[in-house]
């Protein structure tokens, strides 16, 4: 079995932040998220692994290289454009030749892995397997409608959902997807839709299984997700020191310092994480919040945020929340007169203002 990892995607709804880097690249609790769908697959026992790229392909590339860290083999497969999920199948046809593969969108989150879908797939034998699960608000996902215990119907974002049953961004094929997307035709947005190719085969008499999970998982396409993920990932973290936190600190629960970070005259509140080499001088940092690597923050206070590398913080009098704050950023008081606010913000940027 191979398996096909997206990352062709340009990342919309995380601009500006994704305008200079890779959505998959983000990370959650000092982690991109591209690397948990790796370490899941090899868990599942997948090693021979295809990366679909598309304008970002330098950072994933650097990010992952031969993919020997996670024990894996990768492949890449470029996608000039992002014309669907099931185009990118399409473009992977030389490297998935007839294998069964396992789909994995390179932007989720799947608490429990997919060890179990794997094996009911490899177990039971269908043509195709999709992982469900329940969510709140099903008409922002591909929506499956069962039958017998089979999958009888797919649908791409239903105004009006006939269940609650949304498509997880897992799937598992054997051959004959390739003919299903070479049978189907781009949508109204232009693009071949994977739901349309799994239709495609249901249509035409072949096994489509539903694979419901029970744990949580996350697509962190959008900002809320994002800090959710984080959240959840931070409270499964046990505490840890490999800084240096001076006396007059405070550290309460699960927090995770690394290499060469300090912690000086602050307060830090887990769950949290504060990345190799950050320094935090006169300043809260609360809980939910992971701060990456070579990050200053002085005299300020924050929580339930992610801030990116080197980056800086400084003099903020008021608390920093619900935030993700990019690389190489400066957040400062301004001194300058006459008082003002002066911003210099990039495409699709928010700011809330006291």
Not at 280 to 300: H, K, R
């Amino acid at each position: 079995m191979k398996a096909l990892v997206l990352c062709g995607g340009s990342g919309t709804r995380l601009r500006p932040i994704t305008h200079t880097m890779a959505k998959q690249l983000v990370p959650v609790a000092n982690k991109p998220v591209l690397y948990y769908g790796l370490e899941a697959i090899k868990r599942a026992g997948v090693t021979d692994v295809g990366i679909i790229v598309g304008d970002t392909r330098k950072e994933i590339i650097a990010a992952v290289g031969d993919g020997s860290t996670w024990g894996i083999d990768v492949t890449y497969i470029p996608q000039d454009e992002p014309l669907g999920l099931a185009h990118a199948v399409l473009v992977a046809e030389d490297f998935l030749g007839k294998d069964d593969f396992v789909m994995y969108l390179g932007d989720n989150l799947i608490k429990d892995g997919i060890i179990g879908c794997v094996d009911t797939f490899r177990e039971n034998g269908p043509n195709c397997e999709i992982l469900l699960a329940r969510v709140e608000e099903p008409e922002r996902f591909g929506v499956a409608e069962l039958e017998d215990g089979r999958v009888k119907r797919l649908v791409e974002k239903p105004k009006e959902p006939a269940s609650d049953l949304a498509l997880v961004g897992v799937y598992m094929f054997d051959e004959n997807i390739m003919t299903a997307v070479k049978a189907i035709k781009p949508s109204s947005r232009g693009e071949l839709e994977i739901t349309d190719a799994i239709q495609w085969l249901i249509d035409n008499g072949f096994s489509v299984d539903p694979h419901v999970i029970d744990g949580w998982w996350k697509d962190t396409g959008r900002l809320e997700d994002m800090l959710e993920a984080n959240r959840i990932m931070l409270e499964m973290m046990e505490p840890s020191n490999s800084g240096s936190v001076d006396a007059e600190s405070s550290i309460d629960g699960r927090v995770v310092i690394e290499k060469d970070a300090q912690i000086v005259n602050s307060t830090v509140r887990g769950p949290a994480i504060i990345g190799e080499r950050t320094k935090i001088v006169n300043s809260f940092v609360g809980p939910f919040t992971s701060i990456y690597y070579d990050v200053e923050i002085e005299s300020s206070e924050i929580e339930h945020s992610i801030v990116l590398e080197k980056s800086r913080i400084t003099d903020i009098p008021g608390r920093i929340e619900d935030s993700l704050v990019g690389q190489n950023v400066v957040v400062e008081r301004s001194q300058a007169r006459p008082t003002a606010y002066r911003l210099m913000l990039g495409d699709n940027s928010r700011v809330g203002i006291l």
